[in-house]
């Protein structure tokens, strides 16, 4: 058996409740088989995707190390991930814990969420509102040289923000006086994993 060691500088949060997707990237993707209810690694990761199941799951009491094993392009693999980054640390408790959060894609669930980190620093934050298929709101903010910044489409402005502040499950954006508030619509597992995200 092979071995692959892994310590990530690119990792991300996808969650998308319409098209019934949700996947982890720590430097490799996983995507949550609703059937299994396990994550998978995908295999593709740049193209259609192929997954594979993970087998013999562990990870350290810290979560700064994840192992399993899987039939990674043909070959059997030993996988070994190792990060200090706090970002990959809750997706590596994520990954281990998701047959026991309870989730399970829900109709009721109205925020598409795209997180996406370098070297275990927030770099992008992307939220899409949808009802009854209709985009009713958005947050779009990006982070250049440590100043996070909002993105406003009409009319278009960035706005260079003091802070963002996460909490009963809204998402409040500061620039001043002024604040951008965006409440999210999905369920509890998904807003404390996104809640911790934001605050690493």
């Excluded at 071995?3 to 982890?24: D, M």
């Excluded at 059997?76 to 998701?98: E, R």
């Excluded at 982070?143 to 993105?151: D, H, M, N, Q, T």
């Excluded at 500061?174 to 604040?179: D, L, P, Q, S």
Aim: charge should be neutral; proline fraction near 2%.
């Amino acid at each position: 058996m092979s071995l692959k060691k892994i310590n990530p500088t690119e990792s991300a949060f996808f969650y998308n409740p319409r098209g019934k997707e949700f996947y982890l990237v720590s430097e490799l993707k996983f995507y949550f088989n609703k059937d299994s209810r396990q994550f998978e690694l995908d295999q593709n990761p740049h193209g259609e995707p192929k997954f594979t199941k993970i087998n013999g799951l562990i990870v350290n009491t810290g979560f700064s190390e994840m192992e399993f094993d899987a039939v990674y392009r043909s070959k059997d693999t030993h996988f070994k991930f190792s990060s200090d980054y706090n970002c990959d640390k809750i997706l590596y408790k994520t990954i281990a814990g998701i047959s026991k959060s309870g989730f399970a894609f829900r109709d009721d669930d109205r925020d598409k969420i795209e997180l996406i980190f370098n070297k275990g620093i927030i770099s992008k934050i992307y939220l899409y509102k949808h009802v009854d298929n209709k985009l009713v709101d958005s947050l779009s903010i990006t982070r250049e040289e440590g100043v996070f910044y909002l993105i406003k489409q009409k009319p278009w402005a960035r706005i260079a923000l003091d802070g963002i502040v996460v909490r009963d499950n809204r998402i409040i954006c500061r620039a001043g006086t002024e604040e951008t508030i965006y409440g999210l619509d999905d369920q509890e597992f998904i807003w404390d994993t996104l809640s911790g995200l934001i605050q690493v």
